[in-house]
């Protein structure tokens, strides 16, 4: 039995119940590890689905659950090309994939390997140096450089080592893309960490095993202290690692965190990167495999968290922190200099002095203040921080809002990069037959949006051709309907009207307003930058009480057709389709970013009431069209997230100049052409509208 002292086993237990507060408890750690899990799933079907070999991960913080939302981490995404085959030995070389043999030799920082490009037909190794991502080496070797990342930069990417950085869209997560190419097996240097046997330590061999079991990847960054980085690759082993999280306790888990805290409040000040999150991971887990299983229990969080500053000491004294796994990769080197690694000492070895009060400047969510209140050295009555109910309706909303876009984003690029949807649906029901269950779950949210665009495109052909909407549409249609959200229950009022059947449009749309709760849906759409306001606070109650799925009814995710759905549009939408001059399309798009503009998108709500204003309009109901064309206008000019306000702009000006009302449908136009001055359809509009008043005037 541990013997501590009151004040001791006090600060820890209230340590404990303030991370358990910010959201680092066994619920949400779940929550975020099941969402990011399901996200990195869906994005690996969505590429699939296209034909590119990749696979996509979700590793770091995010996905581990070791994060609070004061830290502000980025989600981690691994992208994984499949194609190349990373070899040790050339007995693995494979023809018809771009092999490069790995090697490790005197002139290689541990941890980092170089890539010799070998032959595609035979296994020779490449003698030409092909393009300015290759180089030819002192012993004549024709080597991959790691800045071959650059050519798959998106636009607002930045480089961070081996990651592609992007700013915060929408008001969700950053996130931090990493290139990799696939290892047929472990490095040797890697292998050494399962096949050292120690009994009864953490982590056992069957977790070794299992981690093991999981791929290993190489990533295009060199180390700081070598001679040569451009042609280093460093050995990743985060799948393994990930899987070592997922075996840590809350106890553990919430250590990390608290170590992640004070580097952040303390340690890298004035901008400075030099203690990275990563090495206060190789720092816990060297720590959980070192102290006692008994000891890791929140009435001694204090004691371990100590004992991991104390490890960290050690390390920048030596100015040496190995890998977990890769115990010859040194962490540090090259990380500090001289004044640099003094000054983190005394910090740290200041903190360990302080013990428990070193933690109450720390002003990440709160941590310090909820902790003087847990100690009772402030009052209550000064300012208390969010409860954790509220910080876990926060979380909650966070990752579904995340989630939920995602989805979105990932729909639309299966719709935009498809060639048959025919064919895109049969792979995604064979992942649906066969796939475990994570991947089930992904088709689940996935097939909808596939199922009734194809009965949306089927439907734009009859109509075509008939006027009418085939059996075989509506089949394909209803379908997707049943779980589907509120924008393709609009396509489907918009079908029902382009076929001039009003009355069943009308019912549908009816069903809608009735759905739709203008308080509690949030809208939502990836097309582009738009900051999210704070949904209703009923949302977070839901959010928090709800799963992912149930969760999709209250989303509002902006209405697509694609041309190829072009007679399931009304007439006044069609514009938006070629909402771009050939100026526009030359030099203000984004073929990656802006594809959607190909398509008609406009927000479901405005959309629902320009809906009803036109059925009602067809059948003599005045009144209830008089309604919808208030309730369009109130919408416009009071929803802070419409995502696409110049399109709902430009259909209530088409409104106002078939009622006749042509100076109020030139101000709708000429404020949509405030928000988007270019690759808008209210040019086109201002053109034709100019041109009736000019020959209005002269008649």
Not at 78 to 98: E, H, P, R, S, Y
Not at 206 to 226: L, R, T
Not at 609 to 615: A, S
Request: charge should be neutral; hydrophobic fraction near 35%.
């Amino acid at each position: 039995m541990y013997h501590i002292n009151d004040y001791s086993h006090n600060i820890s237990l209230r340590l404990s119940e303030v991370l358990g507060d910010i959201g680092v408890n066994e619920t949400m750690v779940m929550k975020r590890r099941k969402i990011h899990m399901l996200m990195e799933t869906m994005n690996t079907i969505t590429i699939r689905l296209n034909d590119r070999n990749e696979t996509i991960f979700y590793p770091g913080s995010q996905s581990e659950g070791s994060t609070t939302l004061g830290l502000h981490s980025d989600i981690d995404i691994l992208q994984c090309f499949n194609n190349f085959n990373v070899i040790q030995d050339w007995a693995d070389w494979k023809k018809g994939k771009t092999n490069l043999l790995m090697i490790q030799d005197n002139n290689t920082t541990p941890g980092y390997c170089s890539l010799q490009q070998l032959g595609t037909n035979v296994p020779l190794p490449v003698t030409d140096v092909r393009d300015k991502y290759h180089i030819r080496d002192i012993n004549g070797r024709v080597l991959l450089k790691n800045d071959i990342q650059e050519s798959i930069i998106p636009e607002g990417g930045q480089i961070h080592g081996p990651s592609i950085a992007t700013q915060v869209k929408d008001g969700f997560a950053a996130t931090d893309s990493a290139l990799a190419l696939l290892c047929v097996s472990w490095p040797r240097s890697a292998l050494d960490w399962l096949h050292y046997q120690e009994s009864d330590v953490w982590p056992t061999q069957e977790i070794k095993q299992y981690a093991i079991s999981s791929s290993c990847y190489v990533v295009p960054v060199g180390s700081k202290v070598s001679i040569d980085s451009q042609i280093e690759w460093r050995i990743s082993t985060t799948l393994a690692e990930r899987c070592l999280m997922f075996n840590l306790n809350i106890t553990q888990l919430r250590c990390y965190v608290l170590m992640k805290m004070i580097v952040k409040s303390y340690l890298n000040l004035n901008g400075e990167n030099n203690l990275s999150s990563f090495m206060c991971k190789s720092v816990v887990l060297y720590c959980v495999k070192n102290i006692e299983s008994k000891m890791w229990k929140k009435c001694y969080l204090m004691q371990c968290l100590t004992i991991c500053l104390l490890q960290l000491y050690n390390c920048l004294q030596r100015e040496e922190c190995p890998h977990f796994i890769i115990k010859e990769n040194n962490l540090m080197a090259g990380q500090f200099t001289a004044d640099e690694k003094y000054n983190l000492l005394q910090t740290i070895n200041l903190l360990v002095q302080k013990g428990g009060l070193g933690l109450l400047g720390i002003k990440i969510d709160d941590v310090g203040q909820r902790l003087k209140i847990k100690l009772n050295i402030i009052p209550q009555a000064i300012h208390y921080p969010p409860s954790k109910l509220e910080i876990s309706k926060d979380v909650s909303t966070h990752l579904y809002l995340n989630f939920s876009k995602n989805n979105n984003e990932f729909q639309k690029h299966i719709l935009y990069d498809t060639e048959s949807l025919s064919i895109c649906i049969q792979r995604l029901m064979k992942y649906s037959k066969e796939g475990n269950k994570l991947e089930q779950s992904a088709c689940r949210f996935l097939a909808p949006k596939l199922f009734t665009t194809l009965g949306s495109i089927l439907a734009s052909s009859s109509i075509g051709q008939s006027g009418s909407i085939s059996h075989q549409a509506l089949t394909w249609y209803s379908t997707g309907l049943k779980s589907s959200d509120v924008s393709d229950r609009l396509k489907l009022a918009s079908m029902f009207y382009c076929t001039g059947d009003f009355g069943r449009s009308e019912i549908t749309l009816r069903n809608i307003a009735q759905q739709f709760n203008n308080d509690v849906t949030v809208p939502l759409c990836s097309c582009y930058e738009n900051h999210l306001r704070k949904p209703n606070p009923d949302f977070f109650e839901i959010c928090n009480d709800q799963n992912e799925s149930s969760l999709q009814q209250y989303i509002a995710y902006c209405v697509q057709f694609l041309q190829s759905e072009i007679n399931c549009v009304p007439p006044e939408l069609r514009y938006e389709m070629f909402r771009s001059t050939q100026d526009d399309m030359r030099h203000h798009r984004n073929e990656h970013l802006d594809y959607w503009m190909y398509w008609a998108v406009v927000d479901s709500l405005p959309f629902l009431h320009f809906l009803q204003y036109q059925i009602y309009s067809r059948l003599q109901k005045h009144q209830d069209q008089q309604q919808a064309l208030n309730d369009l206008i109130w919408i416009i000019d009071t929803n802070e997230n419409l995502r696409h306000k110049e399109t709902d702009l430009n259909l209530l000006g088409q409104l106002m100049e078939q009622a006749n009302r042509l100076q109020d449908a030139l101000k709708c136009y000429m404020m949509s052409l405030q928000i988007r001055s270019r690759n808008n359809a209210a040019r086109f509009h201002v053109c034709r509208l100019l041109a009736t008043l000019a020959s209005r005037r002269f008649t």
